[in-house]
Structure formats: C-alpha cells, structure tokens
C-alpha cells in the first residue's frame, strides 16, 4: 500500500514570538474546542482518499500544540488510528514549547503514542530568550525535557536558533552545547528569517536590530556544524543534524517530495500531483468545516516538469543531494539531460558537486543554495 | 454635406500647460457640438494612444472637425487642432499653430501660466494667432481667477476682462468659449482658385491608405485624382482621398482654400511627407512654399539594445514601425562590446526618448537596455578633421582630439520667486550661465539661462522639479555649440570597461560624475559570489572605486510545514529578477542600471 504522512496543524499558542509568522493565536482560546472538531471533520472528508494510502508519520506542528489540553491530542490521534491505516514504526512527533508542558501532558502524550517530542527551545540563555518573545527561561527547558525522558520520550528533537540579535558565537555554540550535554537525538539549528509582518522584520526596518553581519552568522553556522559532527550528529539537510537513525522522517518526505495531507489552519498539501493549501482565516476555517466543505483555499497542478523543478530544489536541501540513479528511477531520464548545464555552471563556481552517484552542494553552495536552486527552476 | 462658407469657418488650437484641462476641454467642445453624443465620447478623444492617457500629454496631434450653431443663428465649422504640449515638439507645435488662426489659451485658475504655455503662447503670436484666454478649474476652491486673468494681461499683454471662466470637468460655461471662437477668431483666407498651398501639420502611416497627411488648405483647391507635388522634396503623387475629421475620417469631394482635412496619396513613408511642408498642384504649381518648414533632427542620442534573450530583428522590426509615424525618430545598427548588437538612435529630447522606449516596451512588448543619453558632439581632430560624435564610444583618443564643441540650449525657467536661490545654485551645479531674471508678477519670474544641453539631459528636468516641488517649469532651445574641455568618462565593473556607460563629461564635473555613478551602480547590481569592483576612470587614471561585497548568504533555512510554495515563489521571485539582468563578463547587471545611473538623486 502507498504511504502517506500526515501535518496536522494546532493554531494555539500563549503569546506570539517577536519573528514568528506561521499561522497562530494568542487570544483564541474559546475557539479551542471547535477547531479540534473541525479538525477531526476534515479528517473525514478525506477519509475515502487516505484509506487508499497507510499512514507512515505523523507531525503535529503549530503554534504550540503543548499550549492546549493534552486530551484534545490524544482524542484526535486516537480518532485517525481508529479510522485509518496505519503503517508499521510509525513516526509520531509533537511540538512543545517549554513552558507549557508538565507530568500530565507528557504522560497522555505518550499513551497517545506520540515516539518522538519537538521542543522549541531556540536558546539556551535567558537574556536572548526574553529580548525574542519567548515565554520560558532556561530552568524549564531542562524541566521539560527531564518529563518527557521520563515518560519515556525516546526521540527528542530542540529547535534552535541562530543569528539573534545580540547574540554571539559563544551563545550559539553553548547552546549546541547543552543540547548535546542532555543528550538529544535531533538538533534543527535555523538561521533567523526575517519573515515580513513580524516584529522582527519591522523592527530591523527601522535599524533598531543589531543583527550579527553575514560574516558572522555564516561562522556561527558552520562552527555549529562543525561542532555537532564531531560529536556524532550527521548534518543531513541544511538546518538539520541527528544521531544515526534519528533523522526526522516526517521531514524527510518534505525534502524526498512524497505525498503528505496537511490537516487544520492553512495547511499545506501535496498528494496527487496536486499541492494545495487550507485557508488561514479560523472562522473561515470553523465555518466551512461545519458545512462539511473542504477549507482549501488554493491549489496547483505539479506537472512533470514542476515536479522535477520542485525536486531538485528540495533533494538539494539534503546534505547527501540528489541521488542520480533515484532521480532515473522517477523521472525515467537522466539529470544531466535536463540540467547539464546549470549543474555544469554550478561545479564551476564551486557551489556544487558531482561524485558520480550524487549532485550535492559544496560548503559553500549551502550558504547560497538558492542562487543555485534558482537555476533550477526553469 | 453642403459646403460652408469660407467666412464661417474657425480654425483653432488649443494652449495649455499639461494638467492644465486641455483634453477635457477638448472633449467638452465635442460634446456641446454634438457631433458625438456622450456614450459615443471616450475619456479624451483626443488623445487616443494608451501612453499619452496615461501620462496626461498628448504626443502626436490631431485635427477634428466640429459643427457649431451659434447664437448669432449662423453654423459654423471649427475645425480643432490639437497641438502636442511638450518641449520636446516645439517644432510640430508650431506648425500646427501656422495652420489656424486662433488659439485657445487655458490656463488653470489655481496655478497660472506656465513657461511652456508661455513659449507657445509666443509661438503663437509669432503666427499672427488671435489668442483668447479662457480660466478653467474655477470650481475649485482654490481658483483665483482675478488674479490670474491680471498676471495673463500682464505677462501675455492680452485683454482677459471678456475670458470665459470655465469649469471643463464640470462642462461649466463652455459655450461661452464656442461664442469666443467664433467671435474673436478670424475667419481664413485665400482663394480656392489660385495655385494650391497646403500646410502638412501631421501626417501618420495607415497600412490601408499609405500616409494620411493632416492639411490645411491655404490657396487653391485639393480633389482626388489630382496630381499633386511635395514641395521639398519635388515627389509627385496622385491623390486617392481627401476628407474631415469627425469622428472618424469622412471623405469629402473637395478641401477648399480655410479647410482642414486629410488627404491619402499613396505616400509609402512619413518622411516623404513631414510637417511643415507644402503640397501644392504639380500642374500649376504655387510659386513659393509656405514659410517655416524645416526637417528637425535629433538632438539626443541613446543606445537601445535587445535586453538578454531578445531579437535583434524584433527590435528593429519594432523601431522601423515606429519610424513610420514618426519621422523625427532615428536609428541606425551599432555595436557595444558589452551589449552586442543594438541601435544608437536619436531623439527630439529626452522625453521624446522615454515616451518611444516605454513604447517599445509596452506596445510591441520588448525587452530593450537604453544606454545613457548623449548630445552630438563636434570633435576637431589634430589633423583639422572635424567630426560629429553621438556615441561616446566613437571618441577618439584624447591625444588626437585639438578641441570639442558641445551643444548649448538656452533655457527659460518659470518659478514662484520662493525657489529662485534653490534654482541659480542648480543650474549653476549644471555649467549654467545666467543670462538675466524677470519678474512676471510679485511671486513669479522667469530665469533665463545658458546651458550645455548634456547637463539637461543628465538629470537637470528631476532636479529642478524636486527642488521646487513641482513649481518650475522648463523650456528650453538650442543656441548653438561652444567649445568646452571635456573628457570621456568610462566605467569599469569587475575590471571589466563597460562602453554602455561610457559619457562624455566637462572635465570639471568628470570626478563627482564618476563618484556618483559607481556609488549607484553599486545600490543597483546585486551582490554576486564574488566581490566586484566598479571603477571610473579617464583614460587610464581611476577617479573613483566602490566595491560590491560578496554575497555570502542566500539561503532559506527553513521550509515550513511542507509549505514548499512559498519557498518556490521566493525563488521565482529571485528568476524574474534575473530575466531582467544583462551579463556583463561574469557579472549580472540590472537593465535598470543603464538608466538609474542617470537619474536624479534626491539626497545628493
């Protein structure tokens, strides 16, 4: 049977961070019950579709999904493990932020079979933690992290992330650090995104964000990756890094461009070459829901060569690259056929290599990958 | 349609300053003479080119024929003639003025009279022209119409006590200007039995008719059939058509002596039948041409090249169409090293330039890279050789060069006195000369200036509007040249001599003009993987450096949720802007770059 994985999408949060932009509410608790209906609702309309596929991960991604009952979790795993199928070693991963997890939660976390727990720590020191907006300090990372190991969490990921304000190569790499001294199996380390619409963004607008220069932000990116390598953490996609066999798989089919079903608040979708996406509006969502309609709001037809364009840029996101003989096997031509050139182009500025087997960037093409991924798209 | 006698025929234009209300006036004087009715009306008949609407300025005129009942109980025709408002087209304005006998003066209650208004009004008394004031936009709060009739006496020397005041927005009191036409303006001359005279005042290329030239009849009689003779150029041609302009053309048996109308004659190109020039009877000619034809030519020249992936051939397919209609537009095949093979072409000024590069863009929907403006140049060599350089390129080496002239304009700039210092300190930036200052009224004079017409074309007109806020108005003519110490100015980018960008500079402004260049070629090309110097030098000596730093970091950290989407639009984002780059040696140069370098810069 074909696999598929499953994001499923909770809105909620506590307050919204200084760089955030994904689709979440600080102020909407009431609305909390009603959308993990909602959800389960969508869920349905799509049952006809999904008993084609067994599910092989499941993401569930916010916002803060930690920021609302444990129950509604677990009712809703529960409610798709009745009604789906289910592939064997399921991937099952939660988003929490610290902070807003205690015993009970991990608990039912756990008895819902969540395996594997994402928590946004995004630093390791107080003063950066409270100039970005978060609400946890450092005492309730390790709090949180002693809970879930102790509900048996074996697969537990931190998000990090670099090029704060004010921040500097020492916090970066202390960071890294205690993350490793606690001994997690995953690390995502993101560069900052200046996203539009945010504080950040408007913020820096203004020049009143002491960013690190470029320089520096790419220092702090490859000492990090220096110093997780070393300590046995392979750097396997551009801002990912995990012990053997820890490499997030449920991302992994992001990267590998294989079907996923995006469920709740503008989500996004892509199975039979078709990607589409939910509405971000939450009444609009509710509503649609409640009329038992499809809350999609857009959608795109990926033809073949969409489809080779989308996974090129995406295999390039991998450290291993684009597999020559996987890419064969999909697309029934040679890469070299259709990128001869570009990938030419690109060995010459030293962006990119060619091994024989594999089509992967080079140190520095990671820092300006999409100068490469550019080329790409045709 | 029954012949109207000589005496009730009108024949006008129309002045005003752009925004002044002359299109919507024009529109209200079809309407009231009901030849159209209101649904048959588009926005502004008469300018009916997409680009002219847009930038409220009509480009190239046009004639149309309306029929009026006056109070007097008489019908009269009058036969509008529009005039294009730009300095860049004195010339064609100015024949258009020779073919009536009245004008029409709008000026805007809330603004008074402008320099450019001012230099046609001028135009239009040197063709003996009876001017008749009208004041528009007086429903406006801000009108001063008194004030403004008494500033037109005293500047024009005109009687406004009988101006109609006018809203033509609101289509307020357009009568009273159809009344004053057929009052104040004379009715034409001449006698439809002597030798024929035909004023051309425009002509455009029909694929139909061949060319279709706007006449006005001065003497004689124009009929299909006859053979009729181009007078400065002696080519014959047999007449198919002749007609009026109403709506659309309306082909009548006979133009007489007052008539406006068009005639087709087979004419394969505009250039066989300019503006200006006279068509007479080839059977029994006239004696003598009608004063003041005169073939005008370029006095700006540019490169325009195919951007990256174009076609040669499509932009000089493009170019020879737009040529048809345009007999001052010129071009001939060059080639830049850094941007292959293009055309240097030559333009009236530099909106005539813009307006024909917007075109090229817009209506045959090309991508072109414009080089920096330049003026002719004349280059006296040490072997007394004397030659005319338009592209900075063909220079010769400064060692061979025994002198250079350059082209001089003398300009005339109109500004409430508040911007008097702000302008003498600009044009004195520009090499300019003052000649002397009048005052028009208390808080309005007129500076007169000398200037090098290669410090207008640079970025004078953007200045002196962003340091008056709009208030200045420019006319400008060319005096002659003078001789002038000037020096080529090039540009190196990646080490690399750009000729795109090469100038011809006084020596005096070559250093700030060089600085100013690399500064910006430094805001417009994206940094690259590599760190590109960008270099200004004379000969050999550099006068200025900048370097782009290298890219280090373009790289999206993070995809959201699956949201490859948004990840994909970043990216195409990034394509598109690369479509628009021309690679110059391992660099990307922005299109933009060519002309950006020229533009004003606001916080210099």
């Keep these: ?224 990756t220096e110093y997780l390598v070393e300590k046995g953490y392979s750097h396997y996609e551009i801002s990912n890094y995990a012990l053997p066999g820890f490499e997030c798989r449920h991302n992994l089919v992001y990267w590998d461009l294989l079907p996923y079903l995006g469920i709740g608040l503008g989500s996004h979708s892509y199975m039979e070459n078709k990607r589409f996406f939910n509405t971000s509006n939450i009444l609009d969502y509710i509503e649609k829901l409640g009329s038992k309609l499809l809350p999609i709001e857009g959608e795109e037809i990926i033809n073949k060569s969409t489809e080779i364009e989308e996974y090129c840029i995406l295999g390039l996101r991998k450290i291993k690259g684009i597999d020559k003989n996987e890419f064969k096997k999909r697309f029934n031509v040679e890469i070299e056929d259709i990128y001869g050139d570009v990938i030419n182009k690109h060995i010459k500025n030293g962006l990119i290599i060619d091994d024989g087997r594999s089509i992967m960037l080079t140190k520095k093409g990671l820092d300006l990958s999409n100068l490469v991924e550019v080329d790409f798209l045709k | ?52 609407r847009e930038r409220g300025i009509t480009i190239k005129l046009k004639a149309v024929r309306l029929v009026y009942k006056a109070k007097d109980g008489n019908e009269y025709i009058l036969n509008l003639i529009d005039t294009p408002g730009h300095v860049d087209f004195t010339y064609e304005v100015s024949r258009s003025l020779a073919a009536c006998e009245g004008a029409i003066l709008v000026v805007d209650s809330t603004q008074g009279i402008e320099a450019q208004t001012l230099a046609n009004v001028y135009l239009a008394l040197d063709e003996d022209l009876e001017i008749v004031p009208v004041i528009n936009k007086i429903d406006l709060p801000s009108a001063r119409p008194d004030e403004v009739k008494k500033e037109i006496e005293d500047i024009i020397g005109i009687d406004c006590e009988n101006a109609p005041l006018i809203s033509a927005k609101d289509g307020l009191n357009i009568e009273d200007v159809l009344e004053a036409i057929v009052k104040y303006v004379p009715a034409p001359k001449g006698d439809p039995k002597a030798p024929l005279k035909a004023l051309i005042f425009d002509s455009y290329y029909d694929s139909y008719k061949g060319v279709v030239c706007y006449v006005r009849i001065f003497e004689g009689t124009l009929k299909p059939g006859m053979e009729i003779k181009i007078m400065s150029t002696g080519k014959t041609y047999e007449v198919q058509e002749v007609g ?63 951007a990256e992936g174009e076609d040669f051939n499509s932009v000089r397919e493009a170019l020879e169409k737009l040529q048809v209609n345009d007999a001052s537009l010129v071009f001939e095949p060059e080639t830049s090293a850094a941007l292959g093979f293009g055309f240097r072409c030559g ?95 208390e808080k ?77 070629l430094k805001d417009v090309i994206p940094r690259h993987q590599f760190a590109i110097p960008i270099q200004a030098a004379i000969g050999s000596k550099i006068i200025a450096r900048e370097t782009i730093r290298a890219l280090r970091k373009d790289v999206l950290a993070k995809c959201y949720g699956g949201d490859i989407t948004r990840k994909k639009k970043l990216l195409e984002k990034q394509k598109e802007g690369k479509k628009r780059m021309r690679q110059i040696g391992s660099v990307e140069v922005p299109q933009e770059a060519f002309l950006t370098v020229l533009k004003y810069d606001e916080n210099k």
């Design chain 1, 1 to 224: 049977m074909k696999e598929i994985s499953i994001y499923i999408h909770i809105p909620f949060c506590i307050r919204k961070c200084y760089y955030c932009d994904f689709t979440s509410f600080s102020n909407l608790n009431e609305k909390i019950p009603l959308y993990m209906n909602s959800l389960k609702t969508e869920l349905e309309l799509y049952r006809e579709k999904l008993l084609a596929y067994s599910i092989k991960t499941i993401f569930i991604g916010g916002g803060t999904p930690s920021a609302i009952e444990g129950r509604y979790i677990y009712d809703l795993l529960v409610h798709l493990y009745k009604n789906f199928n289910l592939s064997k070693d399921m991937e099952i991963t939660i988003e929490v932020n610290p902070g807003t997890i205690d015993k009970e939660k991990a608990k039912i976390y756990k008895e819902a079979g969540i395996n594997r727990v994402s928590i946004g720590v995004q630093t390791f020191n107080n003063r950066l933690l409270k100039s970005i907006g978060r609400i946890h300090e450092v005492e309730q990372i390790y709090e949180s992290y002693k809970l879930l190991r102790k509900e048996k969490i074996e697969n537990i990921n931190m998000d990090l992330i670099f090029g704060l304000p004010n921040q500097t190569l020492e916090d970066v790499l202390f960071s890294i650090e205690e993350a490793i001294r606690l001994g997690v199996e995953h690390i995502s380390h993101y560069s900052l995104i200046l996203e539009e619409g945010t504080q950040f963004y408007n913020l820096n607008k203004k020049g009143k964000l002491n960013l690190p220069d470029e320089d520096e932000e790419r220092l702090m990116y490859h000492k990090a």
């Design chain 2, 1 to 52: 349609m029954e012949k109207i006698k000589q005496e009730n025929i009108r024949n006008f234009s129309i002045i005003a300053h752009i925004d002044h209300g002359k299109s919507t006036l024009a529109d209200r004087l079809i309407e009231k003479t009901g030849m159209l009715t209101s649904r048959e009306m588009q926005e502004q008949v008469l300018d009916n080119m997409e680009l002219e």
């Design chain 2, 244 to 306: 009026i302009n109403t709506s659309k053309h309306v082909s009548v048996d006979k133009l007489e002596a007052g008539d406006v109308g068009y005639v087709t004659a087979s004419i394969k190109n505009v250039k066989d039948a300019r503006v200006g020039d006279t068509i007479t009877d080839k059977n029994n000619p006239t004696k003598e041409a009608l004063p003041g034809y005169k073939k005008v030519v370029p006095m700006v020249y540019c490169g325009i090249y195919p």
């Design chain 2, 347 to 441: 333009f009236l000024g530099l909106l005539h330039m813009e307006i024909v590069q917007e075109r090229l863009e817009r209506e045959f929907d090309l991508n072109i890279v414009t080089t920096a403006p330049s003026v002719i140049y004349r280059v006296t060599k040490t072997t007394g050789e004397v030659l005319e350089i338009q592209n900075p390129s063909n220079l010769p080496p400064a060692t061979e060069i025994a002198s250079m002239q350059e082209p001089i304009v003398t300009a005339n700039i109109m500004t409430p006195s508040d911007y008097v210092g702000a302008i003498m300190e600009l044009c004195q930036n520009k090499r300019g000369k003052f000649l002397n200052m009048e005052y028009l009224e």
């Design chain 2, 444 to 520: 309005r004079v007129v500076l007169h200036y000398e200037m090098p017409l290669n410090e207008v074309i640079y970025d004078f007109f953007d200045a002196l509007k962003s340091k008056t806020r709009g208030y200045a108005s420019l006319d400008y003519e060319l005096k002659g040249y003078e001789e002038s110490e000037l020096v080529k100015l090039d540009i190196l980018i990646n080490g690399e001599l750009v000729d795109a960008f090469s100038l011809i500079v006084h020596k005096d402004k070559a250093y700030e003009r060089g600085r100013s260049i690399a500064e910006r």
